[in-house]
């Protein structure tokens, strides 16, 4: 009998003589054949986020893997300008573009009188005087009652938050949700400036103290519920700081551990 020449370029079904038969290409993958786009782009999220994890413990520096959060705001010029045709004035009562959730844009003015610690300040709002713990972010230890908590990076945090604000200035703290925490300390997103925009990433990483302590590199974003309503945006400010290694990150060192 003549042998039947094909050419089958590994190609699925691979002759009309063979009725039934395939032979597959080399890199058909029949459990991702089964799963749409967006379950697909998922599983490769979770393979990215598990070989990052391997590989911070290789290189023994904290793995932040971009790829699993850059549909945020890494781009933060892109961000700003779809967000300053929805922007959000000091008159408008409520933001929410971009945001977790709508905020007030009521604002509290108050004066400072003193740096606690990278993530903690003293003001003066009228004749009261308050403890005032900004949200949504963490920078470490410095001024803990146990000595052996408090760091190097959290004095160097502690420091840069005092270069950003000094004693005697005029500061306008937002709240999110909740008034202040179970120490009495109130919770607050602090402005330096009363912002054009309260949605705007520029404005944030220019005149909101929280994200300016993200985006020079001496804070990490923390998902305080239910007072996140800037949690993306922060978290994005910190990716873009830890990859472009600025502030504590850029001595490749692992203070993120200690916070």
């Known amino acids: 009998m003549p042998r039947v020449s094909m050419s089958c370029d590994m190609a699925l079904a691979c002759g009309a003589g063979y009725p039934g038969r395939r032979v597959l290409r080399a890199d058909y993958n029949p459990g991702m054949s089964r799963l749409n786009s967006t379950q697909q782009k998922s599983m490769a999220a979770a393979l990215v986020l598990v070989v990052g994890v391997v590989l911070s413990f290789a290189s023994g520096k904290a793995f932040i893997p971009s790829e699993v959060l850059t549909d945020q705001v890494l781009s933060a010029n892109h961000l700003a300008n779809r967000q300053a045709a929805a922007a959000f004035a000091p008159g408008d009562e409520m933001a929410s573009f971009g945001l977790r959730h709508a905020v007030s844009t009521a604002l509290e003015e108050a004066v400072v009188t003193d740096i606690v610690d990278g993530d903690t300040i003293r003001v003066m709002m009228g004749e009261n005087g308050r403890t005032v713990r900004l949200t949504g972010v963490n920078t470490p230890e410095a001024v803990n009652e ?15 938050l005092g270069g950003i604000l000094h004693v005697g200035d005029t500061v306008y703290l937002q709240k999110d949700t ?21 949605t705007d990433v520029n404005e944030i990483k220019a005149k909101m103290v929280n994200g300016k302590m993200l985006t020079d590199g001496y804070a990490m974003a923390h998902k305080f519920k239910p007072d996140d309503a800037y949690f993306d945006i922060f978290r994005a400010l910190q990716l873009d700081a830890y990859h472009a290694g600025r502030g504590l990150w850029s001595d490749g060192a692992d203070w993120s551990y200690g916070v």
Do not use: Q
């Open 146 to 160: 146990d000595p052996k908590l408090n760091t190097p990076e959290g004095r160097r945090a502690a420091a840069h």
């Open 178 to 198: 909740t008034n202040a925490d179970k120490n009495g300390e109130l919770l607050r997103f602090v402005w330096k400036a009363v912002p054009i925009s309260f």
